[in-house]
């Protein structure tokens, strides 16, 4: 269990009524209970979890950064230079509303390529990954406008 996970799961049994709290931690692999308790103490610290604030918490996509990808034509442009398969992983990580658009401007084995391996993916997408594949087409974007403005 990585530490993300430990608190998040901590927070939530944290919320529990203590009969549900002490069930989940009976049914739980022996060798998490030691990493939850302290985290679980911690978190009932504070007198009261909202349900609003706690799902917040929860929630994997308050945990991400908002990271900018390139504009649609930089976004193309930038995608074309990637193989099949990073172009298919940089649309479902970053940028899965723009995938039809891609497309369109794509040749058909290419388009055929990209759907076939966008079936392939595991969902949700890891946010980590995400996150870092965002970063590079947002550089490789900048990189590029630099580029074609020097033209």
Same mark, same amino acid.
């Given at each position: 269990? /990585?530490?993300?996970?430990?608190?998040? &799961?901590?927070?939530?049994?944290? !919320?529990? %009524?203590?009969?549900?709290?002490?069930? =989940?931690?009976? %049914?739980?692999?022996?060798?998490?209970?030691?990493?939850?308790?302290?985290? =679980?103490?911690?978190?009932?610290? $504070?007198?009261?979890? @909202?349900? @609003? #604030?706690?799902?917040?918490?929860?929630?994997? @996509? /308050?945990?991400?950064?908002?990271?900018?990808?390139?504009?649609?034509? +930089?976004?193309?442009? #930038?995608?074309?230079?990637?193989?099949?398969?990073?172009?298919?992983?940089? +649309?479902? !990580?970053?940028?899965?509303? %723009?995938? @039809?658009?891609?497309? !369109? !401007?794509?040749?058909?084995?290419? #388009?055929?390529?990209?759907? %076939?391996?966008?079936?392939?993916?595991?969902?949700? $997408?890891?946010?980590?990954?995400?996150?870092? =594949?965002?970063?590079?087409? /947002?550089?490789?974007?900048?990189?590029?406008? &630099?580029?074609?403005?020097?033209?």
């Amino acid at each position: 269990m /990585n530490m993300i996970g430990a608190r998040k &799961a901590a927070l939530a049994m944290a !919320a529990m %009524h203590p009969a549900d709290r002490r069930w =989940m931690l009976e %049914h739980l692999p022996k060798a998490w209970r030691p990493v939850l308790g302290p985290l =679980m103490k911690q978190a009932r610290q $504070f007198v009261s979890i @909202e349900t @609003e #604030v706690l799902q917040a918490a929860l929630d994997d @996509e /308050n945990l991400a950064q908002v990271i900018e990808i390139p504009t649609p034509g +930089l976004l193309i442009a #930038v995608l074309d230079t990637l193989s099949v398969q990073w172009a298919a992983r940089a +649309l479902a !990580a970053t940028a899965s509303d %723009h995938t @039809e658009l891609y497309l !369109a !401007a794509c040749s058909k084995q290419r #388009v055929d390529s990209i759907r %076939h391996e966008l079936g392939r993916l595991s969902r949700p $997408f890891p946010s980590a990954l995400a996150e870092a =594949m965002a970063r590079c087409l /947002n550089d490789a974007g900048q990189v590029l406008a &630099a580029t074609e403005a020097l033209r």
